[in-house]
């Protein structure tokens, strides 16, 4: 199987800007690791970069060279790549970085081989391996979350459904729901080939009370990247109080509205520069992609996000009848989120290289539903 490349680069790097076309033996450094990718046996390489204006000659070099162009947000790194994967799907890709000349097509094929031999990815093949194993995002919020054998609960944006079944493997009777069909498909697919009892519902958040029993679950989870997508937080509020039954309790880990309202600066500052709080009208981001040896026509290339200020999210859980146990600020997060500013931890999760303490990365909060 052929897996895209997606490669990322930009000019705008803090610690070398310019970095990608500075020349080396003659040639363009993004071209050395273009020709050095191309040396593998993955598929092709998609240049993923942003919409700014100085990133214009990444594109023409790209296009020069034959390579399709993304050209996405330059304040979410994680979103060029998801969208990229909108338009080339694939079970898996290999991320590469427009910095690295020295990227060895050798290791890129050896690791494709151990993947094909075994999964769709490591983490899935780490579910069917290991039926103790349980995703890094919860095993992150066990200290937190405590016990929750023998809990009713629901996984809300539960995407493929891993967190969900993380918590199923830890004693919860657990339902998932999600709005995209494809995702819940996915998610059934795995849980019927696990043996777990999950059930996977197909419907918006809005309409959870809806489709599932009101009042009726013990814990209702919401996992990172989720309510940004939502315009209403009273609204999502009202929801969670309406499936959850006396007593039972909300347990939320989510981006820092802090860190979503960031912008990216060349000068590696860290500055607020889209809303901190939630707006009637959301942030689009309007992503196109410009191709040169393809015929592919896009799709879903508009995306409308909220941010919602952390008192604002406090005050609507309390209005909506839910007490607030528990508020707790980290200082890293589960992906890269401020490209080029960034270490990963043991862990897995991702902080600021510089002083991390200035930001508030993500957030857990806890709340029960008032008797």
């Not at 309390?318 to 528990?326: D, K, R, S, Y």
Request: charged content about 25%.
């Amino acid at each position: 199987m052929k897996v895209p490349v997606i490669l990322q680069a930009r000019m705008g790097s803090s610690r070398l800007p310019g970095k990608s076309l500075r020349e080396i033996e003659g040639k363009p450094l993004l071209q050395w690791v273009i020709e050095r990718l191309r040396l593998s046996l993955s598929g092709e390489v998609i240049l993923a970069t942003t919409r700014k204006g100085e990133d214009d000659p990444l594109a023409s070099l790209a296009e020069r060279l034959g390579v399709p162009v993304f050209r996405g947000s330059e304040s979410d790194v994680l979103s060029r790549y998801y969208r990229v994967s909108l338009l080339y799907p694939a079970p898996y890709y290999v991320r590469a970085t427009g910095d690295n000349p020295l990227v060895d097509p050798g290791s890129i094929d050896r690791l494709l081989k151990v993947i094909e031999g075994g999964g769709i990815d490591y983490a899935l093949e780490k579910f069917r391996e290991d039926p103790t194993f349980i995703s890094d995002v919860i095993r992150f919020d066990l200290p937190l979350l405590g016990s929750v054998d023998g809990l009713k609960g629901v996984h809300l944006q539960c995407h493929i459904g891993t967190d969900t079944i993380s918590l199923a493997r830890l004693g919860a009777h657990m339902t998932g729901l999600d709005f995209s069909g494809a995702a819940i498909a996915e998610a059934r697919r795995l849980n019927d080939e696990l043996g777990h009892d999950v059930t996977f519902v197909e419907a918006e958040v809005y309409d959870a009370t809806s489709v599932l029993p009101p009042h009726s679950f013990d814990l209702v989870f919401t996992g990172i990247g989720a309510i940004g997508w939502l315009p209403d937080i009273k609204r999502w509020a009202s929801v969670v109080s309406g499936l959850l039954a006396l007593d039972g309790r909300l347990f939320l880990r989510e981006g820092h509205p802090v860190l979503w309202s960031l912008g990216d600066r060349p000068d590696g500052l860290l500055a607020i520069e889209h809303p901190y709080f939630e707006q009637v009208e959301p942030t689009i981001w309007d992503e196109p992609g410009t191709y040169v040896t393809t015929e592919t026509e896009f799709t879903h290339t508009v995306t409308h996000e909220w941010n919602h200020g952390l008192g604002e999210i406090v005050t609507a859980l309390l209005e909506a009848g839910l007490t607030v146990t528990g508020l707790v600020e980290h200082e890293s997060v589960p992906w890269e989120a401020i490209d080029d500013q960034m270490e990963q931890l043991p862990s897995g999760e991702w902080r600021l290289r510089d002083r991390p303490w200035r930001l508030p990365h993500t957030y857990t909060l806890q709340a029960v539903k008032a008797p």
